[in-house]
T-cell receptor, first 114, second 116 residues
Framework: DTGVSQDPRHKITKRGQNVTFRCDPI?????LYWYRQTLGQGPEFLTY????????KSRLLSNRFSAERPKGSFSTLEIQRTEQGDSAMYLC????????????FGEGSRLTVL | GESVGLHLPTLSVQEGDNSIINCAYS??????FIWYKQESGKGPQFIID?????DKRQGQRVTVLLNKTVKHLSLQIAATQPGDSAVYFC???????????????FGQGTILTVHP
């Protein structure tokens, strides 16, 4: 499978715990994105990497959220001290440098905070 | 803030009919307008995009129309099939200093149901 893969697919945690999601993009893509999607809504942009550089972060990304892409390949999204409002689907996507509107999304990591 | 929205939250059609999904946008500075399809339990899947300097673009069984005068975007699906049943999102690509990248603003979504 050469698509975007995300792990874990589902995570249930208690409020206050830390969680980490991993994304493996399509190997030749140098842009990587994280989005968040809540039920019935469209995805919301969180952050974006070009190679290993994090070039933009949404104001939705509070200081409890941190994303890395250390070697310009896979990426991790960590949420510290989770809150119930963090419950959502976290989507990773990747694209070529000049992609227009075409992003390749993974199937997402669903987070439930109890 | 500026946003992209949809007129109809649900659309139900018979197999073989043509479907039209509509979207209104407000950010005139967007460089690309895009349609995505999302099936249950899956991530969004790119269908087609259109650059802001075009008014029509065709793909396989799909056509996207862009009317910049009234800030309206539509997706037409010809000969709709049960496999087309999904949520459809319009999105716009934010133009940042002349460089387009993947910071997309998505609308709320339209649920398309195709009956055999």
């Amino acid at each position: 499978d050469t698509g975007v893969s995300q792990d874990p697919r589902h995570k249930i945690t208690k409020r206050g715990q830390n969680v980490t999601f991993r994304c493996d993009p399509i190997s030749e893509h140098n842009r990587l994105y994280w989005y968040r999607q809540t039920l019935g809504q469209g995805p919301e942009f969180l952050t974006y990497f070009q190679n290993e550089a994090q070039l933009e972060k949404s104001r939705l990304l509070s200081n409890r959220f941190s994303a890395e892409r250390p070697k310009g390949s896979f990426s991790t999204l960590e949420i510290q001290r989770t809150e119930q409002g963090d419950s959502a689907m976290y989507l990773c996507a990747s694209s070529f440098l000049l992609a227009g509107g075409e992003l390749f999304f993974g199937e997402g990591s669903r987070l439930t905070v109890l | 803030g500026e946003s992209v929205g949809l007129h109809l939250p649900t659309l139900s059609v018979q197999e073989g009919d043509n479907s039209i999904i509509n979207c209104a946008y407000s950010n005139s500075a967007s460089d690309y307008f895009i349609w995505y399809k999302q099936e249950s339990g899956k991530g969004p899947q790119f269908i087609i995009d259109i650059r802001s300097n075009m008014d029509k673009r065709q793909g396989q069984r799909v056509t996207v129309l862009l009317n910049k005068t009234v800030k309206h975007l539509s997706l037409q699906i010809a000969a709709t099939q049960p496999g087309d049943s999904a949520v459809y999102f319009c999105a716009e690509n934010m133009n940042a200093g002349g460089t387009s990248y993947g910071k997309l603003t998505f609308g709320q979504g339209t649920i398309l149901t195709v009956h055999p």
